[in-house]
């Protein structure tokens, strides 16, 4: 038995083998349906997706084989991985390499070999597709260009892995620029707010009418780039996975209501009025919530709703309780939601465009958290729009007991 020479490239085709995080998965159907095809069409027992690490050949694809691995030393596809053509053994008995090879003396008795390598991108050849047979015999040359042409496929499955894994690496190197740089943002956002409504409060001096109204305008622009800041972060952490949700029982009446007097303020700003609408039966209800989530979640429906409303409008927020749920609703009687671009509404940083949202200006991320939010809940999220009538967003939460 004469073991293959190691190719040249040996310490580029490992890292690369390495680098796709292949090794040892389960199977797949896109490899197995390439092997199911090699052996139909090559008319044999056995076909391989076969991948030659440092050690050993391991098998993403075993058609017609329960082994998964051998060692590389006696491995064919060894010998296979050290040219760009198929390679074949027609009868590994007559053939001074193999003929006395365990593995075709013994199980899995490979008498008749082709291997068609795997060849990357980079010309890194990590393996083949294999035809395995137990009786000396030919290939056709249709049989070749067949096992070549699914030999091609297979590279692409390979190339599409690591395409996606770069994919994934870039993604998670965004979310955690993003993190850092809103993370670095915050604090000193925070300081100059918290500073600029001391000012605003006269509590450091009076000022003058010209001074208040420049700081106002700092204030307020201020707190927006923090609101920014705040929803670029926390849709960071929620495509992270990393967005804590604390559950507890709350009444969710108290929760609403506390919601509502937070946003009371920027519904004036906005020249509409808000409303709360439930059956005092109801008022005893309890959920099982992240109260400062769930407020943040009814914070943006309702400046949503507050941002398209006409002039001296209402905001509605209504509580529907069923057996099992509670549902809140928060209904605005603007322009609503053109049928093209209702299906864009959950999409992080699309904001439909109508006369009225330009009240205030906002990042286009509020209703993609809020959705991931409600769904850690284990609740549900949507909408209900007629154009120029008017737009409903609502969620569901399940119910709970009340204590005692």
């Known amino acids: 038995m004469k073991s293959a020479d190691i190719p040249e490239n040996e310490q580029e085709r490992i890292r690369l083998l390495n680098e796709l995080g292949i090794l040892d998965t389960l199977e797949e159907q896109a490899y197995d349906d390439l092997t199911y095809l090699a052996a139909q069409i090559c008319n044999t027992p056995i076909a391989l997706v076969s991948l030659v690490d440092s050690h050993r050949q391991w098998f993403k694809s075993h058609y017609g084989l329960n082994a998964r691995e051998t060692p590389r030393d006696v491995a064919f596809c060894s010998h296979a991985i050290l040219g760009d053509n198929i390679f074949v053994v027609e009868d590994s008995s007559k053939d001074e390499r193999f003929h006395d090879n365990p593995l075709a003396i013994d199980n899995p008795n490979v008498i008749f070999y082709a291997g068609a390598p795997l060849v990357m991108s980079d010309k890194l050849r990590l393996g083949t597709l294999c035809v395995i047979g137990h009786e000396p015999r030919t290939i056709s040359n249709n049989q070749k260009k067949a096992l070549e042409a699914l030999a091609r496929q297979a590279v692409n499955q390979l190339e599409l892995r690591l395409k996606i ?15 850092m740089v809103s993370h670095e943002l915050r604090t000193p956002l925070t300081s100059i707010c918290g500073s600029l409504s001391l000012l605003s409060s006269n509590k450091l001096g009076q000022l003058d009418d010209k001074q208040h109204n420049m700081v106002e305008i700092a204030s307020r622009n201020s707190s927006r780039l923090l609101c920014i800041v ?24 108290a929760i609403l209501e506390k919601a509502i007097e937070l946003n009371k303020p920027y519904c ?7 409303v709360l609408k439930y059956n005092k039966l109801d008022s005893s209800k309890m959920i099982e919530c992240d109260e400062n989530r769930l407020i943040q979640v009814l914070t943006n429906l309702i400046s949503n709703a507050a941002k398209v409303s006409r002039d001296e409008d209402i905001v509605e927020v209504s509580l529907v309780i069923d057996d099992k749920n509670a549902r809140i609703e928060v209904l605005d009687h603007g322009a609503g939601i053109p049928d093209d671009q209702q299906k864009f509404i ?4 699309k904001q439909v465009e109508t006369s009225g949202n330009m009240k205030m200006p906002g990042t286009g991320l509020g209703l993609r958290i809020s959705k991931q939010i409600i769904e850690l809940h284990g609740g549900t999220i949507g909408f209900e729009s007629l154009p120029n009538k008017y737009t409903k967003f609502y969620f569901t939460i399940g119910l709970i007991n009340n204590p005692g």
């Open 346 to 349: 959950f999409q992080k940083f």
């Open 268 to 274: 004036d700003k906005c020249n509409c009025d808000i």
């Open 230 to 253: 705040n929803d670029i972060l926390d849709n960071a952490r929620l495509e992270a996975g990393k967005l804590d949700i604390i559950l507890k029982p709350h009444r969710i009446i």
């Open 165 to 179: 894994k770069e994919l994934q690496s870039l993604d998670n190197a965004k979310d955690e620029f993003i993190s």
